[in-house]
């Protein structure tokens, strides 16, 4: 790794975590803690705000950030494959968001990797099979990001009706479904809903606060198959 890739790299090492070893940064980057410590030094010489001690750790300022990124062309890989799935599998809106993005990137990187980008290999096929989603994606992710309640009326794998008004805490694709979990006021508890089964899908004014017992980090503990790659239809369903 050249000298200059190596500096670039403890910065978002620091970026990612809120105390940093030089021993941490040693192994990550397969080089001695005395290179380590000759190179924070540097940075803090050439004006980057890094605070600590050798045997303590290294903090940096918040407010830092750095000219536009230099990717790698495996990055740009995972960059390029990332936003295509997300045009091809996600709602009208987020799938604009993900052409930007790509956009962005193209402005700002060398012509080199912008030719490299432009021609990958990797995609995405539009043709694929999704279980259909009467409401507003977009609408649901606007909930989810603002923590606004919704309310809505589902039929379980029993065709059992019922209505709901949940607090949304995260969205998931397990292909051909998408799923959402979340905490359920008439069941009080945790519940997940596949989209394709709601119907009067509405958002509601009122928000919600994170509290003990009932947030995505809880439902996370409690459901470790939500964060590992589904091969169907497993999640457990709301009853």
Known sequence: MRRADRLFEIIQFM????????????????VSERTIYRDIQDLITNGVPIEGEAGVG???????DLP???FSEQEIEAL??????????ADAKL??????????????????????MANTALLAPAHH???????DLAELRRALRNQ??????????????SERTVRPLSLAYFGPVWMLAAWCELRQDFRTFRLDRIEGFEVRADRFRAEPGKTLHDFLKRDQTWTRRSKGRHQTEAD
Request: glycine fraction near 4%; include cysteine.
């Open 15 to 30: 970026r990612r975590k809120d105390l940093v070893r030089a021993r941490d940064l040693s192994e990550a980057l397969e």
């Open 58 to 64: 290294y903090v940096l300022k918040a407010g830092f």
């Open 68 to 70: 536009p990124l230099m």
């Open 80 to 89: 390029v494959l990332g936003a295509r799935i997300v045009e091809s599998w």
């Open 95 to 116: 799938a604009t968001a993900a052409t930007n993005v790509i956009a962005k990137v193209e402005a700002v990187i060398p012509d080199r990797l912008r030719g490299y």
């Open 129 to 135: 099979y999704m279980e259909p989603i009467s409401f």
């Open 148 to 161: 606004l309640k919704v309310h809505f009326r589902y039929c379980n794998a029993l065709d059992e009706p």
